[in-house]
Structures are given as structure tokens and as C-alpha cells.
């Protein structure tokens, strides 16, 4: 899904204006709840892996179990190695739609072009939370929610990453005007954006 958003607000946003109309607007916003998803996700990892770390040393006694209705439920070796594989990365959902854009940047041969569409998404939300253009608070949150995706997006996908100077997003700036905003869980904005940039810290 990641990369069929992308391509559309890409190659084939109206305007050539990402962030100019309603439906680039709802595909930003799509992304953008992807991205909270994740976030959401990994913000419960902790309580996720201690279950499924507990359910793993007491698998050998259920799949021991002389009822087959318990049995059954057990979830195969290699299925069950895989997910403690996901688990063992900090931000291991964030890092699936991380590495599902950046594959997407390389695939489409222009990586500049992934990277202006970020940037300039990045500046519609910031300039909308700036200006106070957002209609309501739930509106100012999605902005905010939309500035924070493009710059974990753009960190990983520039080799320079969101801080280098020659980056499309003012990320010091964008720090400053989410520093008083929260995302998940109460979590503070900027706490959110430095977890899981690669370069922001």
C-alpha cells in the first residue's frame, strides 16, 4: 500500500502540487494514518513481545498437551522465530513502512522526485499548523501527524538525511513547532519524531 500512495502523490499528484488538492490532501492523510498505526503499534511492542516471550517458553508444554483443541493453537517453529525476529528491532512496524518507502524511492529510479513530494507535504503541514489554517484541533493534529511522517519518511530515504543542511524540510523548525503537541499515547511530537528518525536525535 505504502508504495501505491506514494506513487500516486509522486508521479501523478494534480497540479504537480502534492499538497494543492483534496484528493493529494487524502493521500497524504492516508499515509499519515499509516504511519500512526505504526507508531501506535510500536509504542505497545514492550507489552506485545513479554506476551509472546512468555507464550514461547510455555510452548513445549502445549504442544505436549493431549488435547487437541489446545494444540492446535500452537503457531508453528519458523512463523514463531520470524515474529521474534520483527520484535527484536526498536520501532519494527515503523521500520516495515520505512523500509516499504524507501524501497519504493529506489525502484522508481528518481529518488529526488520522492523526496520533493515529502518535502513539499512537509511544508503544507507545517505552514498550516504555523499560520493556525487548521479548522479544528483534530485537523491541527492530522497536520501535525502529516509533518512527522515526511520527515521519518525523508530521514531514511536521503542518504544525507531530514538534518543535513541541505535537506527539503527545516527539520529544526518543525522540532519547535510540535514540541508542545502530543501524538500517541500522550507521547510528545518531537519525542516521537526523534524515536524514529535515523539521523535526528
Keep these: 500500500m505504502i508504495p501505491d500512495v506514494l506513487d500516486e502523490l509522486c508521479n501523478h499528484a494534480i497540479d504537480g502540487d502534492p499538497g494543492r488538492n483534496d484528493k493529494n490532501r487524502g493521500l497524504a492523510r492516508l499515509l499519515a494514518?499509516?504511519?500512526q498505526n505504526a507508531f501506535a503499534f510500536d509504542a505497545?511492542?514492550?507489552t506485545i513481545q513479554n506476551?509472546?516471550?512468555?507464550?514461547?517458553?510455555?510452548?513445549?508444554?502445549?504442544?505436549?498437551?493431549?488435547?487437541?483443541?489446545?494444540?492446535?493453537y500452537t503457531i508453528p517453529h519458523?512463523?514463531?522465530?520470524?515474529?521474534?525476529?520483527?520484535?527484536?528491532?526498536y520501532n519494527p512496524m515503523v521500520k516495515t513502512v520505512v523500509d516499504s518507502a524507501t524501497q519504493f524511492a529506489k525502484d522508481s529510479?528518481?529518488?529526488?522526485?520522492v523526496l520533493d513530494c515529502l518535502s513539499a507535504l512537509a511544508t503544507g503541514s507545517f505552514n498550516a499548523v504555523k499560520q493556525g489554517r487548521a479548522d479544528s484541533p483534530?485537523?491541527?493534529?492530522?497536520?501535525?501527524?502529516?509533518?512527522?511522517?515526511?520527515c521519518v519518511l525523508y530521514d531514511w530515504i536521503s542518504p544525507q538525511g531530514v538534518s543535513n543542511a541541505q535537506s527539503g524540510i527545516d527539520a529544526k523548525a518543525a522540532l519547535d513547532l510540535?514540541?508542545?503537541?502530543?501524538?500517541?499515547?500522550?507521547?510528545?511530537a518531537d519525542k516521537v519524531l526523534r524515536a524514529n528518525c535515523r539521523t535526528l536525535r
Design 33 to 35: 494514518d499509516i504511519m
Design 44 to 46: 505497545l511492542k514492550a
Design 51 to 72: 506476551d509472546f516471550s512468555y507464550y514461547r517458553r510455555t510452548l513445549s508444554r502445549i504442544a505436549k498437551s493431549q488435547s487437541a483443541e489446545i494444540s492446535g
Design 78 to 89: 519458523d512463523v514463531s522465530n520470524q515474529m521474534s525476529l520483527f520484535y527484536a528491532y
Design 109 to 113: 529510479g528518481n529518488e529526488q522526485a
Design 138 to 150: 483534530k485537523s491541527e493534529r492530522m497536520c501535525v501527524l502529516v509533518l512527522v511522517t515526511c
Design 178 to 188: 510540535i514540541s508542545e503537541r502530543t501524538l500517541v499515547d500522550s507521547t510528545p
